[in-house]
Nanobody, 118 residues
Framework: QVQLIESGGGLVQAGGSLRLSCAAS????????MAWFRQAPGKEREFVAS????????DYSDSVKGRFTISRDNAKNTGYLQMNSLKPEDTAVYYC???????????WGQGTQVTVSS
């Protein structure tokens, strides 16, 4: 069993930066792939970024590529999403997820709100 708790969200002006954290409990996090997703009001949840258990391979959606960086520290059981050059369209609730399961992920956090003002 893995529990995920996101933090680091908030209100930022366009062009600013935020760093989201995803603190995990449970032994399997360090051996599991993890990802970040987001959901804006009135829209479906969308993929943002993912990484393998080692952090050596990373994947990004086209909308954030070059601006966001996913990383993890398995010794701390924590994942991160560094978000730079933020845009108003990045406003959403951001969720971290862990352990691939079928075409999705088995474990999800409660989400953290990111609001980017223009």
């Amino acid at each position: 069993q893995v529990q995920l708790i996101e933090s680091g969200g908030g209100l930022v002006q366009a062009g600013g930066s935020l760093r989201l954290s995803c603190a995990a409990s449970g032994r399997t996090f360090s051996s599991s792939a993890m990802a970040w997703f987001r959901q804006a009001p009135g829209k479906e949840r969308e993929f943002v970024a993912s990484t393998t258990w080692s952090g050596n391979s990373r994947d990004y959606s086209d909308s954030v590529k070059g601006r966001f960086t996913i990383s993890r520290d398995n010794a701390k059981n924590t994942g991160y999403l560094q978000m730079n050059s933020l845009k108003p369209e990045d406003t959403a609730v951001y969720y971290c997820a862990a352990q691939r399961y079928g075409g999705s992920y088995k474990y999800w956090g409660q989400g953290t709100q990111v609001t980017v003002s223009s």
